[in-house]
Structures are given as C-alpha cells and as structure tokens.
C-alpha cells in the first residue's frame, strides 16, 4: 500500500511539476511562435504583424488573427483569421479528426518569373534549397521505414465535419518575359464549405460547396464526392460559371486572344464509375450552356462571330459497360445506352472564311436523342427532331444564296450500326424553306416556299446499297430562274408526288469484270405544275403553259434499260414563241389542251395510246426574206423556212433489215467480225392522234407583193394505227378544214408507212378555193398574174409499191390571167403562150373542167395531157340577139347596162359597180336597191357566174389628191380595206341564198386616178 508520503513524491509532484510546464509552455507558445513568424519573414527581407496565435494542446488547436506580411511596405500576405482544431484521441487510431477548419480573409501574392516562383514576397527556389537536406534525410527515413517489415501498413484517414474558406484570393503575376508587361490574375474562393469530409487511403467522400473566381469571371458548385478504390459516385446539385472572356484573355494562345464573349453555364448531374467492371453512369439533370456576343478567330483568315448562342441538356442519362473481350471475338463488347434532349439555339451567326461567308439569323434544333450499344451493334433513336434556320445567307467569290426560313422535322428515326458493317436508316422526314435565292456569275435562282415529305429509309452492307422513299411529296411554288444571258424561267406551282422511289446498288464479286450495278424505280408519281413561264430575253417568250398534270408514272431503269409507265398527261393553255415587243403579233403556236394516255416505253419502243390536240392555233408570220419573224430563237438568229429540196432517202427499210437478217445467217461463223453498219431505229406505235376545237394555221407572207394572208380552219385531224414496229400496219390519217366561209379542204389517207415504196389510198378534196391570193407565188412559174379564179379539186391517188394509179378532176372557174409577169421561167402550153391555152380550155360557163389520169412510177409519174386535145370548142360567144339582151337586162337596170357598138349589131354588157362611201366597208341602206336588184338578177340567172373585185381609192386613205407612191403600210391597209368590202358583198348574196360558188373573189386592186371611187367591180 502506497503511503501519503509516497504519494506526494511519486504522483502528485510530479504531476504538478509537468502540469506548470506544460501551463508555462501554453502560455509561452503564441509568443514564441510570433517571435519565430516574424524571424522567418525577417530573414527574408519581410516584416510579419499579427495578434499572437491561440494555441490549445488538449486538445490541439491553433488561432491566427490578422496576419500581415510586407514587403517595403506593400502587403504579400495578410490573413484575418485561420483557426484548426483537431481532436487527440482517434489520433491513436491512425485518424486525423479535424474539428474545426476555418480561413477568412486570405490574401495571397504570387509571382511567377523566368524560372523561379515567388509566394508570399519568399523565394521559392531558395526555400527550396535550404531544405534539400532535411528532405533528404527524411526520405532515406521514409526509405528505411518502408523497407522496414515490421513498419505498420495501414494508411491513416481523416475526418472533418465542417472547413470553411471565405475570401480567400491569390494575385498571381507573371513575370515571364522581358519585353512584355507583366500579367496579373486575382484568383480566389469566396466561399468554400466542405462538410463530411471522411477519407482513408484512396476512399474519400465530401460535400463540397464552392463559390470561386478568376478575375471577373465566377464559378458556383454544390456537390457531394465519394470516391472508392472500386466505386465512386459524384453529384453535381448546382454548377453555375459565369465568364468573360476578358478575364482570362491572356491566358489564351496568341492566335486566339482577339476572342470575344460571354460564358454562362448552368449544370446538375450525378456521375458513376465502377473500376472493376469499367461500368460508367452519367446522369445530367440540367445543362445550359450560354454564350453571349462571341467573337472566335480561327486563323487570321477564319472567324466565328455570333450574337448569343444556347445549348440546353435535359434528362441526359449515359450507361456505358464494357465486357471483356471473347476468345473468339474481334472486338470488345460494348453495352450502351444513353438519351437526352437536346437543344440548341444560336442568334445573329456570322461565319467568315476569306472571301466566303456563312450567316444567319436564327438557329433552332431541338431532338430528343436514345442510343443503345450491344453485342449487335448500335441504335440511335428519336421520336421527332426538329432543326429551323431564319434568314441564312452563305456568299463565295461568286455565289450568293440567301433564305428566310428553312425547317427540318425528322420523326421515328432509327439509326442501326451492326457489328458486321451493316447499316440501317428508317425516318420520316419533312423538309420546308422559305424565300431562297441563289446568284451565281449573273444568274440568279428563286423560289418563294418549297415543301418536301418523305418517309426514308436506307440499308447498306459489304454487297448491297438501298435507299428509298415512301409516301414522297415535293411542292415548289413560286419557282424563278434568270440566266446572265437573259433567258428566264418562271414557274408558278410544282407539286412531285410518289409512292416509292427505290435506288439499289449491288457491287460485283471480285471475279467478275462487270462494275458496280445501279437500278432505279419509281410507282405511281405524280407531277403537277401550274404557271410555267420561259424566255429568251424579257419580251422574248420560249414557252409557257397555264397547268400540267403527269399521272400514274411507274419506271425502272438498270444500266441502259428502262422501262416507264404514264396513265396520262394533260397540259393546257399552251403558248410556244411569243414576241412580246409586238403586242399585235401572234405566238407560232398556242394550243389549248395536249393530253396523252397510257404511255409506255423502254429503249427500243414507245407506245402511245392516244393524243389528242384541242384549239390548236398556229400563226405563221414571213418577213420579206422569208424569215418567221414570230419564231423567238434563243441565239437571236432569225429562222427561215427551208427551201425545198429532193434528198436521198437513206433512211433503212424494212426490206434492208430483212436482206441484213438472211446476209447475217447465212455468213460463215468466221466472218462475223464484220459489224453491219445498219441499226434499227426507235420504235413508235401510236394508236390515236385527234386535233379539235377551233384550231387553225393563219399565214401571212410578206415576202410576196401583194401579202398573202390567209388561215386555215381545222375542223378535224385523225391519225390512226401509227406502227412502226410491224411493216403490214397501215397508217389513216384524216382532215377536215375550210378557208374562210367557203373553201372546203377533206382529205383521207391511208399509208403503209413501212413499206419498201409508197403504198397509200388517198383522197383529197377542195371546193371553191379562191386562186388570186396565191397570185404571186404562181406569177414566176406561170409567167401571169392570176386576176380571178376558183379552184375545185377532187384528187384519188392510189400507190401500190411506187405504182401509182388515180385521177384528178379540175374545175377552175372564171380564171383569168392578168399582165404578163417578168419571170425567166414562163410556163407555155405546147407552143401556144399560156394565156391563149387557157382561153382555149374555157367551155362556155367560162370554167376550166378537167380530168387527169395519173399513172406510172413514183420516181417517173405520168399525167393524161392528151385529153385535153378532145375538149369541147367553145360556145359562140355572140349567139344571143340584141333584142334578147335588151329585154332580158331591162329589169335590172340599177345593175347593168347595155351600148350598142358603133357599125354592128353587138351589144356590150356593162355591170355597174357597188360604190361605198371613204374608209367604209359594212353595206348601208343607200345600196339596198343596187344590192336587191343584184340578188334577184343572180337568181333568175342561174348559170351566171359573178366575179366581185374590191377597189380603194386614194380618198379612203386620207388624200384630198392622188398621191405618186405609196408605202408598204398604206398599200396593204388598201388591199385590206378592198378585200373587206368584197366579202361584205359576199357574204349578203350568200346570206340571200346565193350559192357561194357563183361568187368569185379576184385580188383587191388599188386606184389612184383622179375619179376613182371607193367600189366593187362587178363582172358577169
């Protein structure tokens, strides 16, 4: 048993001794260690001021309040309050518990130079030096402690509830370089919280607040850590940055510190690793990345420039795992999945290359994104993207395009990648612009909206390519195209549609020369256009149509065969060359309706059912040189018409093809490299060709003096059985036309179209076609004018193999031939001058009846001239009395007249002609007795024959005098004038129940002489 005594001097002495020591050294410690502060400072060339240190031992705690360092006095470190407290007994647990960590107020100067650090006004490099020794020998320590077997192995940990860091900033300077001023940074926590903090080893787990900055520029995180050797889990509650790029310019590349912009992020996520498996989880709750008035310098020739831009991330989730790769595998297997919805928005984006510049206004994309990664491969889905771009302009040297809106809508896409290189697309796509222009080099393209709707789909593997479209639909509206060299194209709507377009491409085996095979089909496409519009200059109009509409097209086409299907086709309202300088000058042509159906054709033959033409107009307009001055040629060279010329025919019949076939059996197998140089043409069947409505071909032809001005009715064209494929097929083509009121024009023929030599059946009428129009086409063959004549024509040609066999009956009626007209190629009738011939021919109605026999070959006809040495002689012209005469024309005395010749008893009939007063042409009251008493002389004289000729007078043109000349203009408002009056008079005597065929029309004339009257010449 222990004594007082022993007490006092074994236990309680000594515990009071070491408690007044361990009291002095309390005390003394926050002296000492400001006294040793200070002397580090002071030999560094420093001064240190601080209030003296709290310094706890049980348990171990140490204060710091209002710590200054200068250096000539400028602060390098001050410090407001630093307080750490650990607790002693889990220290022989090998666990460092931090119970109180808190720094406020922390400001630190930092100066990086050349080669060497400067922290706190200290030297880095000489710090570094001083303690090169102790360092050393702790490390041979270390060394002799880890080689130690019985040293402890297990790593010690660490607990900290709470460390607080508030204001806490470096200025760092860099001072790297002599010519450059130097740079400085403040960089600083102004909040820093982390709480929990427990680690061992490599396993750690925090919640960390942090509010952080570089200059101006700030950084915001909430988040929780735990990291483990095989796990580790980080969430990110809020990450906030807001940043200029002014704050941190300088640390840029010098290519690039011309950069503008502001950063602003926002993000939430949490983040998974496995080690073990490689398994990795990433879940992005929010993402918003926002930049504000950026400006990027790529290359001193490339920028990107843009006024805010907006990248948003929402419900992102990634799940990646790899698996270890398989013995017989050649890849490692990969298990993904990832989705997230993206957006993207970007404003005010300029782009600029050199001389090349991408731009626009707006940029929208929004797509909800699902991929998945497995043994078979990869899979991205997305249930609708949508991608909307305003206002977009791209230019080049010469290139410019420009756009209002273009939209993007994919819906149900699905992307597979499989692992043996194959790969599938399936999406419906929708395709919508607004306003684009493109200029190239002068010429400028436009459209005002186009729409395109397709559901798309496409496959490729080692061997084969597939890509097709379902459910197609295209429509264009407002479509302009102006070439530099004038030449334009308008189109007001267009409208594709079709229900499957397939490309298919099947690569060759490696033993097979054949190259790559392409095939292409298409079922049931559409098209429908409205306002096509083409020129060759402004005023200048190629073509145009007011709608078309192509239905039922199917086709398929591999390598230089093809095939193609259309049910039908119509277009209407169709104008073909049009002057638009020349408001009173016709179109060549204008049709109103073309429709064609069931067509089909591949690379030998086409097959039409049938065509049909509806109010068919063409206008044929000669020029003096007989240029078609109506024709719009797009190298503004006039069209001529081709003179006629014979040609060989060196077109293969089919005869030849049949001789070629026996030549090519027959030959020998070693001759057969001899290639014939005869290639059958395109085949044609044609079933049914029909022209209706008001159709018509008005000519008019200056080139001759007078001009002809004519137009030929259209009543009806057939053609029928057009076969070119089968030699036996005969051909039907039939035409029913008139001139005017009364010219009649039928015509059917039926050919064979195939044969060796011309074999037909044709038959051609023409009633009470009037000659003096063509009078100046004839006068340089005939060697006359044609004053007046009618002309009935009934032709019946047959032609068996070139043999031709038929006749023609001419009836002429009242034809009389004029002045002699001065040509080299005066046509004579034997030896007798024509004029006298045709006397001759004339029975006494004064008409012409023939009948010509046509007979021979083809290559040498022959015509029956010799009838008409067996003609009648004509009627004695002077039969009649003179009291017949007298009697018979005294009821018509407003009409005609009689005198008798002077020495005989021969009367001489005069007709007095129907006067009209200047400039009119429609019949007046004033004639109504002339008019009536003409009527019923015609109709009590039923043989008769009246030939009517329409006068002008000078008075009718405006002259008070005779003029000496006239010009082209004023002649033909004469002629046109004359003609009007002489179908008026026509037309009441046809009206009266005339036939039309006793009235003959002769040429209009002019009459300048000084009492002449507007009038019609009257002749029985």
């Known amino acids: 048993m222990i004594?007082?005594?022993?007490?006092?001097?074994?236990?309680?002495?000594?515990?009071?001794?070491?408690?007044?020591?361990?009291?002095?050294?309390?005390?003394?410690?926050?002296?000492?260690?400001?006294?040793?502060?200070?002397?580090?400072?002071?030999?560094?060339?420093?001064?240190?001021?601080?209030?003296?240190?709290?310094?706890?031992?049980?348990?171990?705690?140490?204060?710091?309040?209002?710590?200054?360092?200068?250096?000539?006095?400028?602060?390098?470190?001050?410090?407001?309050?630093?307080?750490?407290?650990?607790?002693?007994w889990p220290l022989f647990n090998q666990t460092l518990a931090v119970s109180i960590a808190d720094i406020a107020g922390l400001n630190l100067n930092v100066e990086q130079q050349a080669n060497n650090w400067i922290i706190a006004g200290l030297d880095l490099a000489k710090l570094t030096s001083d303690s090169t020794e102790k360092s050393d020998a702790a490390e041979s320590n270390q060394s002799k402690a880890d080689t130690d077997p019985n040293a402890s192995?297990?790593?010690?940990?660490?607990?900290?509830?709470?460390?607080?860091?508030?204001?806490?900033?470096?200025?760092?300077?860099?001072?790297?370089?002599?010519?450059e001023d130097a740079q400085t940074d403040r960089l600083g926590l102004t909040s820093l919280e982390v709480q929990n903090?427990?680690?061992?080893?490599?396993?750690?787990?925090?919640?960390?607040?942090?509010?952080?900055?570089?200059?101006?520029?700030?950084?915001?995180?909430?988040?929780?850590?735990?990291?483990?050797?095989?796990?580790?889990?980080?969430?990110?509650?809020?990450?906030?940055?807001?940043?200029?790029?002014?704050?941190?310019?300088?640390?840029?590349?010098?290519?690039?510190?011309a950069t503008e912009g502001d950063l602003t992020l926002n993000a939430a996520l949490l983040l998974e690793h496995n080690a073990n498996s490689g398994q990795f989880k990433l879940n992005v709750t929010s993402f918003n990345l926002d930049l504000q008035n950026a400006f990027v310098p790529v290359n001193q020739e490339q920028s990107i420039r843009l006024h805010a831009a907006n990248l948003d991330l929402k419900d992102t989730q990634l799940d990646y795992a790899p698996t270890p790769k398989a013995t017989n595998a050649d890849h490692d297997t990969i298990n993904l999945t990832a989705a997230t919805k993206l957006t993207i928005k970007a404003s005010d984006v300029a782009i600029q290359q050199g001389e090349q510049s991408l731009a626009w206004q707006t940029l929208d994309i929004a797509s909800p994104i699902k991929v998945i990664g497995d043994e078979s491969g990869y899979q991205l889905t997305s249930d609708s993207s949508t991608l909307a771009l305003a206002e977009l302009k791209l230019s080049s040297?010469?290139?410019?395009?420009?756009?209002?809106?273009?939209?993007?809508?994919?819906?149900?896409?699905?992307?597979?990648?499989?692992?043996?290189?194959?790969?599938?697309?399936?999406v419906d796509s929708q395709f919508n612009s607004q306003q684009m222009a493109v200029k190239q080099a002068g010429n400028r393209l436009s459209y005002q909206s186009l729409t395109l709707d397709s559901q798309l789909a496409f496959s490729q593997d080692a061997q084969h390519?597939?890509?097709?479209?379902?459910?197609?639909?295209?429509?264009?509206?407002?479509?302009?195209?102006?070439?530099?060299?004038?030449?334009?194209?308008?189109?007001?709507?267009?409208?594709?549609?079709?229900?499957?377009?397939?490309?298919?491409?099947?690569?060759?085996?490696?033993?097979?020369?054949?190259?790559?095979?392409?095939?292409?089909?298409?079922?049931?496409?559409s098209l429908n256009t409205k306002g096509l519009d083409s020129y060759a200059s402004n005023d200048k109009r190629?073509?145009?149509?007011?709608?078309?509409?192509?239905?039922?097209?199917?086709?398929?086409?591999?390598?230089?065969?093809?095939?193609?299907?259309?049910?039908?086709?119509?277009?209407?309202?169709?104008?073909?060359?049009?002057?638009?300088?020349?408001?009173?000058?016709?179109?060549?042509?204008?049709?109103?309706?073309?429709?064609?159906?069931?067509l089909e054709a591949d690379q030998d033959t086409a097959k039409i059912d049938s065509i049909h033409t509806q109010d068919v107009v063409i206008s044929l307009l000669l020029d003096a040189e007989k240029n078609l001055t109506n024709l719009v040629s797009i190298n503004n060279t006039p069209a001529t018409l081709p003179e006629p010329k014979l040609q060989p025919n060196t077109s293969p019949r089919v005869s030849d093809l049949r001789q070629d076939s026996k030549s090519s059996s027959t030959e020998p197998t070693q001759t057969?490299?001899?290639?014939?140089?005869?290639?059958?043409?395109?085949?044609?069947?044609?079933?049914?060709?029909?022209?209706?409505?008001?159709?018509?071909?008005?000519?008019?032809?200056?080139?001759?003096?007078?001009?002809?001005?004519?137009?030929?009715?259209?009543?009806?064209?057939?053609?029928?059985?057009?076969?070119?494929?089968?030699?036996?097929?005969?051909?039907?083509?039939?035409?029913?036309?008139?001139?005017?009121?009364?010219?009649?024009?039928?015509?059917?023929?039926?050919?064979?179209?195939?044969?060796?030599?011309?074999?037909?059946?044709?038959?051609?009428?023409?009633?009470?076609?009037?000659?003096?129009?063509y009078s100046a086409y004839l006068a340089s063959v005939l060697g006359y004018q044609i004053d007046s004549g009618q002309l009935d024509l009934d032709l019946k040609l047959h032609a068996q193999q070139g043999l031709l066999d038929g006749n023609a009956h001419v009836l002429l009626r009242e034809f009389d031939l004029g002045g002699q007209q001065e040509s080299g190629s005066v046509m004579q009738a034997g030896v007798i001058p024509l004029n006298i011939a045709v006397g001759i021919l004339k029975d006494s109605d004064n008409n012409i009846d023939l009948d010509i026999p046509l007979s021979g070959d083809i290559d040498n006809p022959e015509f029956g001239w010799r009838n008409f040495l067996f003609l009648p002689v004509r009627k004695a012209l002077y039969s009649a009395s003179s009291n017949y005469l007298m009697q018979t024309f005294i009821p018509y005395a407003n009409v005609i007249s009689i005198a008798q010749l002077a020495g005989d008893q021969l009367l001489k009939i005069r007709v007095a002609p129907l006067t009209f007063a200047p400039t009119e042409t429609q019949l007046s009251?004033?004639?109504?007795?002339?008019?009536?008493?003409?009527?019923?002389?015609?109709?009590?004289?039923?043989?008769?024959?009246?030939?009517?000729?329409?006068?002008?007078?000078?008075?009718?043109?405006?002259?008070?005098?005779p003029p000496a000349t006239l010009d082209e203009n004023q002649k033909a408002q004469a002629r046109e004038l004359a003609q009007a009056r002489a179908d008026r008079l026509k037309d009441y005597l046809v009206s009266s129940g005339i036939r039309s065929s006793r009235i003959l029309l002769c040429s209009p004339e002019i009459d300048l002489s000084k009492d002449s009257q507007p009038r019609v010449e009257l002749n029985f």
Request: aromatic share 8%; charged share 20%; with cysteine.
């Open 542 to 598: 190629l073509a145009a149509w007011q709608s078309s509409q192509l239905s039922g097209v199917n086709f398929e086409q591999q390598g230089d065969v093809f095939s193609v299907q259309a049910e039908r086709l119509d277009i209407n309202q169709i104008t073909l060359s049009d002057d638009l300088s020349a408001p009173d000058r016709p179109a060549l042509a204008t049709l109103g309706q073309v429709s064609i159906s069931q």
């Open 397 to 426: 040297d010469s290139l410019i395009l420009s756009g209002q809106t273009l939209a993007l809508e994919l819906a149900n896409l699905d992307l597979t990648l499989a692992t043996d290189k194959q790969i599938k697309v399936a």
């Open 197 to 257: 903090l427990i680690g061992q080893g490599l396993d750690w787990q925090a919640d960390i607040a942090l509010s952080a900055q570089v200059n101006d520029a700030t950084l915001r995180l909430d988040s929780q850590l735990n990291y483990q050797k095989k796990q580790t889990n980080f969430v990110i509650n809020t990450l906030t940055t807001d940043l200029s790029v002014d704050s941190i310019r300088h640390f840029l590349p010098v290519d690039y510190q």
């Open 672 to 773: 057969k490299t001899t290639e014939s140089g005869f290639k059958a043409p395109y085949q044609l069947v044609l079933n049914q060709y029909a022209m209706t409505g008001s159709s018509h071909v008005y000519v008019k032809d200056d080139s001759i003096s007078p001009a002809l001005e004519r137009t030929l009715d259209i009543d009806t064209l057939t053609l029928a059985n057009l076969n070119t494929q089968d030699e036996k097929q005969a051909m039907d083509v039939t035409l029913k036309a008139h001139n005017g009121k009364y010219t009649k024009i039928q015509s059917d023929v039926t050919l064979w179209p195939l044969a060796d030599r011309l074999t037909m059946q044709s038959e051609l009428t023409i009633k009470e076609a009037e000659l003096p129009p």
């Open 3 to 88: 004594t007082r005594r022993q007490f006092r001097l074994f236990v309680f002495y000594p515990v009071l001794v070491i408690s007044l020591v361990m009291m002095c050294l309390w005390g003394a410690a926050p002296f000492v260690a400001k006294h040793y502060l200070q002397d580090f400072f002071q030999q560094h060339g420093q001064s240190a001021t601080l209030d003296a240190p709290n310094i706890d031992f049980f348990p171990p705690r140490l204060e710091v309040n209002n710590l200054i360092v200068q250096q000539q006095n400028v602060p390098t470190l001050t410090l407001e309050h630093a307080e750490f407290a650990i607790e002693f």
């Open 925 to 961: 009251e004033n004639q109504n007795d002339f008019l009536v008493q003409l009527s019923q002389l015609m109709k009590d004289k039923e043989d008769s024959q009246l030939k009517a000729c329409g006068v002008t007078s000078y008075v009718d043109l405006g002259f008070d005098t």
């Open 153 to 179: 192995t297990s790593s010690w940990g660490i607990s900290v509830p709470q460390i607080q860091v508030k204001n806490a900033f470096v200025d760092l300077t860099r001072n790297t370089k002599q010519n």
């Open 465 to 525: 390519t597939q890509a097709q479209s379902k459910a197609f639909s295209l429509q264009l509206d407002e479509f302009n195209g102006d070439l530099i060299n004038g030449q334009s194209i308008a189109l007001q709507t267009t409208q594709l549609m079709a229900d499957q377009l397939t490309l298919n491409q099947t690569k060759a085996q490696q033993t097979d020369p054949e190259p790559i095979e392409t095939s292409l089909s298409g079922q049931q496409i």
